[in-house]
């Protein structure tokens, strides 16, 4: 169980930290965000959902470290990397476990976002998140920023990430306009997070290191996740690969 009882407890839980970072958003966002507080436990809105064609937004969750609650890694030297296993800066430790590739396409009005860049981000497989966890504040693993290629393609070379109390598996990002936006923590195109199939879960849960994740993932499910709840169709990663070379996970972003 993760330490902290108020690990992604959704978008109510999270909505001053969103406001004072989406400011920019204006009235119509701040609309947004507090019907979705109306709706008991539902991080996505309603209205960004119906936006059409859309990945939904999602809340950062407590931990995002993009400088809208404690810590900023965006502004890091070293942050824009591929390979985001071991930390950097003051972070020394390697995160370890299952070999995860996570392979995102953005597209904007159908059309690849070239030069837009992401920002992953999650937990590893104690469950636990560099930069705010306990026994783990002064490391930088699990966190980094890639650009889009030309074809709206950003890479990522990690692990696949633990089941912790009261959340379904996930991966948390955020897409900006450009590299030089994402650098500067600035304003973000889009907050969502990505969901991983349940038989890939459990296979990979049975694998030495992930013990704990195994009675945390019997104990949640997708319908009844404060975030997937609402719907995780246009959320939830297609897997490919096993435990002994590592899986990729694939998920289509259109913002």
Same mark, same amino acid.
């Given at each position: 169980m ?14 001053p930290?969103?406001?004072d ?13 507090? $019907?979705? @507080?109306?709706?008991?436990?539902? +991080? %996505?809105?309603?209205?960004?959902? &119906?936006? #059409?064609?859309?990945? !939904? ?12 609650n ?7 030297? $070293?942050? @824009?990397?591929q390979?985001?296993? +071991? %930390?950097?800066?003051?972070?020394? &430790?390697? #995160?370890?476990?299952? !070999? ?20 992953l ?93 195994v ?7 997708l319908?009844?996740?404060?975030v ?6 246009s ?8 435990v ?12």
């Amino acid at each position: 169980m993760h330490a902290d009882d108020n690990h992604d407890r959704g978008l109510a839980f999270d909505l001053p930290g969103l406001l004072d970072r989406r400011g920019a958003l204006g009235l119509l966002g701040g609309a947004v965000l507090l $019907g979705a @507080v109306g709706c008991a436990g539902e +991080a %996505g809105s309603s209205a960004a959902r &119906a936006a #059409a064609g859309e990945i !939904p937004d999602e809340t950062a969750g407590p931990y995002p470290g993009d400088g809208s609650n404690g810590p900023n890694i965006l502004t890091q030297s $070293g942050v @824009v990397r591929q390979d985001i296993r +071991a %930390g950097f800066g003051s972070g020394s &430790a390697t #995160a370890e476990g299952v !070999p995860l590739t996570i392979e995102l396409t953005v597209t904007d009005d159908g059309a690849p976002y070239r030069g837009a860049a992401v920002y992953l981000w999650h937990c590893d497989r104690e469950g636990r998140y560099s930069m705010y966890s306990e026994g783990v504040t002064g490391e930088t693993y699990l966190r980094g920023v890639q650009e889009a290629d030309a074809n709206g393609l950003v890479r990522f070379t990690s692990v696949f990430p633990g089941a912790y109390a009261g959340r379904w598996p996930h991966v948390h990002f955020e897409v900006y306009g450009s590299l030089a936006e994402a650098t500067k923590a600035g304003e973000q195109v889009k907050t969502s997070q990505l969901a991983f199939p349940e038989d890939v879960c459990t296979t990979v849960y049975a694998t030495s290191g992930y013990e704990q994740s195994v009675t945390n993932l019997t104990r949640s499910s997708l319908e009844d996740d404060n975030v997937f709840g609402d719907g995780y169709e246009s959320q939830l990663a297609t897997l490919s690969g096993d435990v002994s070379g590592g899986y990729t996970a694939r998920l289509a972003v259109p913002v």
